[in-house]
């Protein structure tokens, strides 16, 4: 089965289990994520009163094309649940995220959320953070070769990410360093040790915010962690 096969089955999977009518749902970022959407939308289409918080403009502009409404966080108390994707996982449901570069709001929509459901396809599935993914960090542009210097005296290889030939920016107008570990084997730490560093906004560490963890196997199996 195609990994786009297995993100299609997980997504709309969490969708099935845990979105219902009169929800706030959070919308994650990324390519899992894009087949929740299109699901929720559907729900809409057929009469489900659902309204959304994004937490990226391309998840914003996705949804409202699939006719959902979408508010502020501002607007809202709290949200039932938020389906959002990650680019590695580990048994303990520890999570990297950031690679769609939506980090920062992701964090924020997840703290807000009573339910946070993670959908994953098993190449996302690792033994130690750091495996595989890099862990981004966002950072404000004034002083970031500063920033990048102390992100690198917590053993990384910090690389500014780019694209067309420019930084990357955020939805918040930051940068993102893509910080290469050789693993990550105490990520609570090195949590705290990036968030003190002048210039961080935030980290792609998640580490205590998934309830719930979906993982489609090759099979097209669902195994779940957590609730």
């Known amino acids: 089965m195609t990994d786009v096969n297995l993100k299609k089955i997980v997504a709309e999977k969490a969708v099935d289990d845990y979105v219902d009518r009169d ?6 970022t990324g390519s899992t994520v894009y087949y ?7 729900l809409v289409a057929s009469g489900y009163r659902i309204t959304c918080v994004a937490t990226s403009v391309q998840s914003e502009e996705l949804a409202k094309k699939c006719g959902i409404a979408v508010v502020d966080l501002n607007e809202v108390d709290s949200i039932d649940v938020t389906i959002d994707g990650a680019d590695e996982v580990d048994n303990s449901m520890r999570i990297i995220k950031g690679l769609g570069g939506a980090l920062l709001r992701e964090k924020i929509v997840a703290a807000a959320s009573m339910k ?4 994953v396809d098993e190449s996302k599935r690792v033994s130690v953070l750091g495996a595989k993914s890099s862990l981004p960090v966002e950072v404000i542009k004034f ?3 500063k920033t ?6 917590q053993g990384c290889k910090a ?3 780019m694209r067309n030939e420019e930084p990357f920016k955020t939805d918040n107008d930051n940068y993102i360093y893509d910080c290469k570990f050789n693993s990550i084997d105490n990520p609570f730490f090195l949590e705290s040790r990036i968030d ?3 210039g961080v906004v935030e980290n792609g560490l998640f580490l205590n915010t998934a309830t719930t ?9 669902i195994e779940k962690l957590g609730e």
């Open 196 to 198: 003190v560093i002048p």
């Open 213 to 221: 963890v979906l993982i489609a196997s090759g099979a097209g199996k």
């Open 148 to 153: 990048k210097y102390a992100l690198e005296l």
């Open 116 to 119: 946070e459901v993670i959908v």
């Open 159 to 161: 690389t500014l990410r």
């Open 23 to 28: 929800m706030i749902v959070g919308l994650g």
């Open 36 to 42: 929740a959407i299109k699901k929720i939308g559907g």
């Open 143 to 145: 002083g970031h070769l």
